[in-house]
C-alpha cells in the first residue's frame, strides 16, 4: 500500500447513493446516484435495493474512468446494536445482523454490504465509520420517568464527530480534549453533546426526541399521541407522519428549506414564522443540552457548532446563534462531508493511528455481559 492510499467511500441514503474516492487527502472525485422513488418502491424493501446500488457505484466508476481497484472500502454504518464510536471492521455477523434488519430498517444498512462487495473485489478490507447507533451516553442521560423505558442513541454521530473534529482544528484545539454542543440539521436534527471525545448525550430524532426538521415532527407531547390511537389514528400512519411527514413538510408541503425561506422573503409570513419556530427549538434542544458539559470544576462548551444541509441558510443560523451565542461562539459548517468522514475513518484505520473495532467480539462480549471496548484481536 503506498503512502496516499486508495478509499472508495459508500454512503447510501434514502433517495441517492454517494459516493467518493479519494487518494491520500485528494478527492479523485464524488458523485451523488439519485435513485427515481418508482425504482426504491419497485425494490419492495431496503435489502432488495442491493443490485440496484452496486450498479450505481459500478457505473459511475466506470464513467470517471476510475479503476476498481482500491486499499479499502469505507461505508456508512448502518443500524446495529449501540456500539461505542470509531472504525469497525465489516464482519458476517455484522452482515448478517443487517441482512435482517434485526435493529431496523433503513438503506444506510447496504452500506456495509455494499463495502463487502466492492473490497472482495480488490482485495482490501471494509469499514463502517462511527455508524448512527453509537452509543457513549452518559448512564444518568439514559434514566426516564418510566424505569422500562430507556434512552438509546440513533443520530447523525458521523457527521456530527467530522463537524466537531474540524471545529476544533479551527479553533487550535484537540478534539480529545474540548467540548462542543453539535447540531446536524437536515431532513433529521439531532443535538449532541461532546465531551473530551465522546457523545455523552444526543437527541434521537428516531425515537421522536428533539426539535422538528425538515421531514421529522420532533418531540410531541406524548398523551396526545396516546389520544389519538385511542380515537382511532393508524399507528403506522401516525408513524410515518411523524419520521417522514412531519416538520416543515407538515407545515409547509416541502422538506426544502431553501423554497421555504424564498417563500418567506416573497412575504409569506406563515412560512417565516414555521423558520423561526424551527430556529427557536434548535436553539432550546442546544441551551438544555449544555447543561450537560457543565460540571462544578469545569468550564462549559468551547463552541457551538451547525452543519448539516441547513446549515448552509444564513438566516436560519443567525437565528438560531442569537438565542445561544451567550454560552459559546457559534459555527457554522455546513461544508461538512460524511464521505470525507469515512474516508479519514479508514485513513486512520489503515495507518494504526485508529485501533479497527470488532463488531462480532462487541457482540459477543454483550452476549456474555463484558463491557469492555471491543478491538480486533482481543
Do not use: W
Not at 14 to 26: D, I, M, N, P, R
Not at 90 to 114: I, K, Q, T
Not at 221 to 227: I, T
Amino acid at each position: 500500500m503506498t503512502n496516499d492510499p486508495k478509499i472508495l467511500c459508500i454512503n447510501p441514503g434514502s433517495t441517492s447513493t454517494k459516493l467518493a474516492v479519494f487518494e491520500g487527502k485528494a478527492l479523485a472525485f464524488s458523485e451523488e446516484v439519485s435513485h427515481p422513488k418508482e425504482d426504491i418502491a419497485a425494490c419492495g424493501g431496503a435489502q432488495a435495493q442491493l443490485p440496484m446500488r452496486r450498479a450505481a457505484v459500478e457505473d459511475a466508476l466506470l464513467r470517471h474512468g476510475c479503476e476498481p481497484r482500491f486499499d479499502a472500502i469505507a461505508g456508512r454504518g448502518g443500524l446495529l446494536r449501540p456500539l461505542p464510536g470509531g472504525v469497525y471492521a465489516v464482519d458476517d455477523v455484522m452482515l448478517s445482523e443487517l441482512a435482517r434488519n434485526a435493529h431496523g430498517e433503513h438503506p444506510c444498512n447496504l452500506g456495509a454490504p455494499l463495502a463487502v462487495l466492492f473490497a472482495r473485489a480488490s482485495g482490501c478490507p471494509a469499514y463502517v465509520v462511527d455508524p448512527p447507533v453509537t452509543d457513549e451516553l452518559r448512564d444518568i442521560a439514559r434514566m426516564t420517568g418510566l424505569p422500562r423505558i430507556r434512552r438509546r442513541t440513533v443520530f447523525h454521530a458521523l457527521s456530527q464527530r467530522m463537524a466537531a473534529r474540524l471545529a476544533a482544528e479551527q479553533l487550535g484545539l484537540e478534539y480529545a480534549t474540548a467540548k462542543f454542543l453539535v447540531a446536524h440539521l437536515g431532513g433529521g436534527v439531532s443535538v449532541g453533546a461532546h465531551d473530551r471525545g465522546q457523545v455523552v448525550d444526543v437527541t434521537n430524532g428516531l425515537d421522536g426526541e428533539g426539535p422538528m426538521s425538515a421531514e421529522r415532527a420532533g418531540a410531541l407531547p406524548a398523551l396526545v399521541l396516546v389520544e389519538l390511537i385511542q380515537k382511532g389514528a393508524d399507528p403506522a400512519q401516525l408513524r410515518r407522519e411523524i419520521l417522514t411527514a412531519g416538520g416543515l413538510y407538515a407545515h409547509t408541503g416541502t422538506n426544502d428549506l431553501r423554497e421555504v425561506e424564498r417563500r418567506f422573503r416573497e412575504g409569506d409570513a406563515h412560512c417565516g414564522a414555521v423558520m423561526e419556530a424551527l430556529a427557536y427549538a434548535v436553539a432550546k434542544s442546544v441551551g438544555g443540552m449544555a447543561a450537560t458539559l457543565f460540571e462544578e470544576t469545569d468550564a462549559g462548551p468551547d463552541a457551538i457548532v451547525l452543519t448539516g444541509g441547513m446549515a448552509r441558510s444564513a438566516h436560519l443560523v443567525e437565528r438560531i446563534a442569537k438565542r445561544v451565542r451567550f454560552l459559546a461562539p457559534v459555527l457554522a459548517l455546513p461544508q461538512v462531508d460524511e464521505l470525507l468522514a469515512l474516508a479519514r475513518g479508514a485513513q486512520l484505520a489503515l495507518s494504526g493511528r485508529e485501533k479497527i473495532r470488532s463488531y462480532a467480539t462487541l457482540v459477543r462480549q454483550a452476549e456474555m455481559g463484558e463491557t469492555d471496548a471491543a478491538e480486533t484481536g482481543e
